[in-house]
């Protein structure tokens, strides 16, 4: 599928989009699929199938480390999964059972990863605004409990979980503004430990679902692995000295741009 040019370009992706995730905590595949797709000329299923089995084995170090750490919600955690895993479900059982021509897969994939790519840059903008307003929040609200919600988890997680399954976006930058905002007492380090934690296996399950229906590149993949590993591990160091305003805004940026591009196509 790939010529010697794109194998060569791909770890290049994999570094890059790698950098972004170790500086900003976001933008794997709101920055990766799109680069895919755009750059190298992935046909959109695969690029959304290889994206999620890339997050889940990405995210799954993470996701232990923050289990490992407390930094979980346990009940909020299991609620997301099964949310998230039927909401997943639902986008394949329609594929299974409409059985769409390529082209018209492709096309809704496209257009609705433009759409969650411009959702992640929005909710990017408004997250400054809302870090102040969680501590406001905290600060006038210091002796309640920050009990979650029983039905808000589940509702975000079915829309995560088909938003995920559709475009590999959503568990990211859009979970953890979700999550904040039904969650404002509940410490980032747990909205962030969750949020990694519950996306691994809705990655894992909706990548393995795309293998299943052959939108899946075993080269590609490891190719994106080689590149991103390296990518992560600098861009971590890199954090601490790169200041998270000029981060964030060139990441808006390409996500606006991105988004712009996939659904004017």
């Known amino acids: 599928m790939f010529d010697g040019t794109s194998l060569l370009l791909l770890p290049a992706i994999g570094f890059l989009t790698g950098l972004v995730v170790g500086l900003t905590g976001v933008g794997g595949g709101s920055l990766m699929t799109p680069a895919l797709i755009g750059i190298v000329g992935v ?28 930094h979980v919600v346990k009940p909020l955690f299991w609620r997301l999964v099964l949310s998230s895993v039927i909401g997943a479900s639902c986008f394949f059982t329609w594929l299974a059972l409409a059985k769409p021509d390529v082209a018209q897969l492709n096309k809704t994939i496209r257009i609705s990863l433009g759409i969650a790519v411009l959702i992640t840059a929005s909710a990017l903008v408004i997250r400054p605004w809302l870090m102040k307003w969680r501590m406001r929040f905290a600060r006038d ?61 809705l990655t894992f399950l909706a990548g393995a679902a795309h293998a299943g229906f052959g939108n899946l590149n075993v080269s590609l993949l490891a190719a994106l692995l080689v590149g991103s590993i390296p990518g992560i591990l600098l861009g971590a160091k890199l954090c601490v000295r790169v200041p998270e305003v000029a981060t964030r805004g060139l990441l808006i940026a390409m996500l606006t741009l991105a988004g712009w591009k996939l659904t004017h196509h």
């Open 43 to 70: 046909p959109p299923a695969i690029a959304v199938g290889t994206d999620l089995l890339f997050a889940a084995i990405t995210k799954s170090f993470g996701g232990w480390s923050h289990w490992r750490a407390g």
């Open 141 to 201: 609200h210091v002796n309640e409990h920050a009990a979650p919600t029983a039905w808000a988890p589940l509702i975000l997680g079915f829309v995560i979980g088909a938003l995920v399954a559709v475009s590999s976006i959503g568990a990211g930058a859009i979970g953890v503004t979700a999550l904040m905002l039904l969650f404002p007492l509940l410490p980032l380090r747990k909205i962030v430990g969750t949020d990694v934690a519950y996306a691994v296996p």
